[in-house]
């Protein structure tokens, strides 16, 4: 094969060590387990309309897409760490090798694979693509836009642009800012080269196809869930992340922060691209520069609005970066020294790959060990699907408050069990519950009603034990801290 058609090996390469080396290590982290409870509880219960974080307790804040797909994962290959990142990771990995199509068809094939490899190596990238997070499917559908759009109009086919409604309509299954991304990439690249396709009929059509993916699960889950998916998924997640005021401007700041910090080592590059641009009136890619340029400030700009500014909010302006960064290297270079760059590139990566297959120390974070190795111990005296858990806030039963959204995730999907609140640790000692989950603070609580603290966890609970349950304990409490295999 010619270098032409194998070019993207090398980005395919570097992306998979990337992403997806030893991906099956550690625990899942923030918001991610508790996107691993939704796909498990879809999985356990096949209810795929009406998303739970726990059997009974719907799930309203996100759409379904990856939930869906992790959850084929867990009935395919059983519920793992590795499962429910893979397809967070996939995402990043295919948004890759869209970036490297952008920059060869831009800017050449040595451009390409720099800027292909560059999106994987992002400071900001790998954290969020090797955990579950909705982030990665923004950035596949973003770049996978910006890709149609340019291949129309460099075929002189508009057509092309409805491939746009399908990677806003999927995107938006993922999350709700995705069509967002992709119009305004869309609309950005129409501007600077077919400005008169903005009006053209594959513009709406794209439109449209998007409308016809997006409305039927929506549809479907208002009909079943009413106001209880509405209000939260509309009202609390949309409508305010929506809100105009003064803290845009605090917004664009934070965002630029986030692209320094989060856009290295490539934004130096990125930054020189636009000075030797600028500074070249007659330069051959200075209308690529500006675009790529305003596909930044659009990101920048869209994730300023919301009231809570998040780094990982950034990642869909990284392969504008990445191009940037890409082009000015490939320069620098020259396009004679894309053989040695992918030999370079190459072997690497496979020295890469060598050593993470034999250094010894674990390279991802074990979060949640104390609450995996609770399952063992739980198991062997209370065999029971169900955990307590002693909060006054909160009335007594299944646990659906939104406030134990933390608790009732980490249960279910590490310790395999539902979680009832009482609002009394005598609540629970009458129900003959004989292991609660509790918070420090409310240790007293628990004590007056029955129960002696067994072991402390992290995050500042503990579990607690009833009394006349400890002469049936037949492990100590230093074994509740061992973590065994999910």
């Given at each position: 094969m010619t270098i032409k058609n194998n070019a993207w090996l090398t980005v395919a390469l570097v992306a998979g060590i990337a992403f997806f080396a030893r991906s099956w290590e550690g625990n899942l982290s923030t918001d991610a387990f508790r996107y691993?409870?939704?796909?498990?509880?879809?999985?356990?219960?096949n209810e795929w309309i009406v998303l739970q974080d726990q059997p009974g307790s719907i799930y309203a804040n996100k759409p379904p897409l990856l939930f869906w797909l992790t959850a084929v994962n867990f009935k395919l290959f059983g519920v793992s760490t590795g499962a429910a990142r893979f397809w967070s990771a996939l995402f990043a990995f295919a948004a890759c090798l869209f970036t490297y199509c952008l920059g060869r068809d831009l800017f050449g094939r040595l451009a390409g694979i720099l800027s292909g490899c560059m999106a994987a190596t992002f400071a900001g990238t790998i954290p969020n693509a090797t955990n579950l997070r909705l982030d990665s499917a923004v950035v596949l559908a973003t770049v996978a836009a910006a890709y149609t759009a340019l291949s129309a109009h460099q075929a002189d086919r508009p057509r092309r642009l409805l491939w746009c409604g399908v990677a806003a309509g999927f995107g938006c299954l993922a999350k709700p800012i995705a069509p967002a991304h992709v119009a305004a990439v869309t609309l950005i690249v129409l501007a600077f080269f077919r400005p008169k396709w903005l009006f053209h009929w594959s513009v709406a059509g794209a439109a449209l196809i998007?409308?016809?993916?997006?409305?039927?699960?929506?549809?479907?889950?208002?009909?079943?869930a009413g106001v209880a998916f509405t209000d939260v998924y509309v009202g609390r997640e949309i409508l305010p992340r929506l809100a105009i005021g003064p803290h845009v401007l605090q917004g664009i700041w934070d965002s630029f922060l986030a692209l320094i910090t989060q856009g290295l080592p490539w934004w130096p590059l990125a930054a020189w691209a636009i000075i030797f641009a600028a500074r070249r009136s007659g330069s051959a890619t200075r209308t690529q520069t500006f675009l790529l340029v305003s596909w930044i400030l659009a990101v920048m700009l869209m994730m300023a609005i919301p009231v809570k500014n998040y780094d990982r909010y950034m990642m869909s302006a990284y392969p504008a970066v990445a191009l940037l960064a890409g082009q000015r290297l490939a320069q620098a270079l020259g396009e004679a020294r894309l053989p040695r760059v992918r030999t370079l590139l190459n072997r690497t990566a496979l020295a890469a790959a060598m050593l993470l297959l034999?250094?010894?120390?674990?390279?991802?974070?074990?979060?949640?060990?104390?609450?995996?190795?609770?399952?063992?111990?739980?198991?062997?005296?209370d065999p029971g699907p169900r955990l307590a858990t002693v909060d006054p806030r909160f009335p007594t039963g299944l646990s659906k408050a939104e406030g134990q959204w933390w608790l009732r995730a980490v249960s279910w999907y590490y310790v395999n069990r539902q979680l009832d609140n009482f609002a009394s640790a005598e609540e629970a000692a009458q129900d003959r519950r004989p292991f609660v989950l509790s918070e420090d603070r409310f240790e007293d609580l628990c004590v007056r009603g029955g129960y002696r603290n067994l072991t402390k966890l992290s995050k500042g609970r503990s579990l607690f034990v009833r009394r006349e349950f400890l002469e049936l304990r037949a492990s100590t409490p230093t074994q509740l801290n061992a973590p065994t295999q999910r």
């Open positions: 691993a409870a939704v796909a498990k509880t879809i999985a356990v219960t998007a409308a016809a993916i997006i409305a039927p699960w929506h549809i479907a889950v208002a009909r079943e034999v250094i010894p120390l674990p390279i991802r974070k074990d979060g949640f060990e104390d609450y995996v190795g609770l399952r063992t111990v739980l198991d062997s005296f």
